[in-house]
């Protein structure tokens, strides 16, 4: 019987803690978000842009829409008049450093297919190989080039 009580306690005390985590990531995810979308409104995009890229047009009405926009222009001419921020420049830094980003991701991903593929291909014969390498050419082509798919395989038999 004590077991069961400190069976259901253990089970009480993980949930308990997976509940809480679960609520502090959804507070933290929303909590990003809403400074990603204000930094963006107050740094980034113009009127224009923000009612597109936040779908403001299509929620409000008429009237509203055109006030939103009217106070999203207001607030843009102030925010360049002021010049604390050239907007334009740093659309460009952040655009270059997204590439930047993507790009290095692009080849760490590479960089694991590779070691998936010869992980794949060890203890498989040159002809299993070649058949293998046929036979997913759909997969891998998006990917690596036939040269590459030979070092990778050649690699394996080694």
């Known amino acids: ?5 400190l069976t259901l306690i253990v089970v009480f005390v993980i949930l308990s ?3 809480f985590l679960l609520k502090l990531s959804i507070k933290l995810a929303l909590g990003i978000a809403v400074a990603v979308i204000l930094f963006n409104v107050a740094f980034i995009w113009g009127p224009q842009e923000t009612m597109e890229k936040l779908h403001l047009s299509e929620i409000l009405n008429d009237e509203a829409s055109h006030k939103v926009e009217g106070a999203l222009a207001s607030f843009t001419s102030k925010r360049d008049s002021t010049g604390v921020i050239d ?9 270059t450093s997204k590439e930047k980003a993507v790009e290095k991701s692009g080849d760490l991903w590479k960089k694991q297919l590779k070691k ?4 794949y291909f060890e203890g498989l014969t040159k002809e299993e190989i070649d058949i293998a390498i046929e036979d997913t050419r759909d997969i891998w082509s998006n990917v ?11 690699g394996a038999i080694q």
């Open 1 to 5: 019987m004590t077991e069961i009580i």
């Open 87 to 95: 907007s334009e420049s740093l659309r460009r830094v952040m655009e």
């Open 17 to 19: 803690i997976m509940v």
């Open 116 to 119: 998936d593929w010869s992980t």
């Open 144 to 154: 690596f080039t036939q040269k590459e798919m030979e070092e990778i395989a050649n």
